[in-house]
């Protein structure tokens, strides 16, 4: 069956460090892969998108890579602030239409001051 | 812009009672869809709508039911709530073509049925 994995384990950084977040996926190719960020009590704010035939997309502080040989995305912010700390998810989107977008679990952030 | 409401934030259900959760957007988007978050899991889609008197049935759709009788409102309706129930709903909204869009959620409403 289609699989979307994020570490459940939260990530403690430090401020100014770079923090890196994993998506792996399984059974599935997809032709969008999403970030997003959702604060305790809201819901996920849309980020960033990557398509299948882009290995790289930045915004800001923000890098996304795509690998769909390894079926991964790491999800990098630099120069990481206190403001930054949240669960960010991942979600994929399938290339032939219809509604097969999956949801990772999210992976919560800390960066310490 | 308001983006996507959803009322009510919060609500208490004894089992047997039903309910509607609304939502509107005011992005003139038409896609809709409703989606359900449980504590360590991803979200799960419930129902979509790809325009006014559209709808289809997600990956959850048993104890639920839409319509879409406008393009700024989905509305989704619970019939008998249960406890299996109990969870986050998000509505959300996007252009057509939605993985190349991203989504636009609303904040929620966090559904408690005792």
């Known amino acids: 069956s289609q699989k979307i994995e994020q570490n459940s384990e939260a990530l403690n950084i430090q401020e100014g460090k770079t923090a890196t977040l994993t998506c792996n996926y399984t059974n599935y190719s997809p032709a969008y892969l999403q970030w997003y960020r959702q604060d305790p009590g809201r819901g996920p704010v849309f980020l960033l998108l990557?398509?299948?035939?882009?290995k790289e997309k930045r915004k800001e502080r923000l890098k996304v890579t795509f690998d769909t040989t390894l079926k991964q995305s790491l999800f990098h912010i630099t120069a990481s602030q206190p403001a930054d700390s949240a669960t960010y998810l991942c979600?994929?989107?399938?290339?032939?239409?219809?509604?097969?977008?999956?949801f990772g679990a999210g992976t919560r952030l800390f960066v310490k001051a | 812009n308001a983006g996507v409401t959803q009322t009510p934030k919060f609500r208490i259900l004894k089992i047997g009672q039903s309910m509607t959760l609304q939502c509107a957007q005011d992005?003139?988007?038409?896609?809709m869809y409703w989606y359900r978050q449980d504590p360590g899991m991803g979200l799960k889609l419930i129902y979509y709508s790809v325009g006014a008197g559209i709808t289809d049935k997600g990956e959850v759709p048993n104890g639920y039911n839409v319509s879409r009788s406008t393009t700024e409102d989905f509305p989704l309706r619970l019939e008998l709530a249960a406890p299996s129930q109990t969870s986050v709903y998000f509505c959300?909204?996007?252009?057509?073509?939605?993985?190349?869009?991203?989504?636009?959620f609303g904040s929620g409403t966090r559904l408690t049925v005792v």
């Open positions: 979600a994929l989107d399938g290339a032939a239409g219809g509604f097969k977008t999956i």
């Open positions: 992005m003139n988007h038409n896609y």
């Open positions: 990557i398509r299948e035939n882009e």
């Open positions: 959300a909204s996007s252009l057509p073509g939605q993985g190349g869009y991203g989504y636009t």
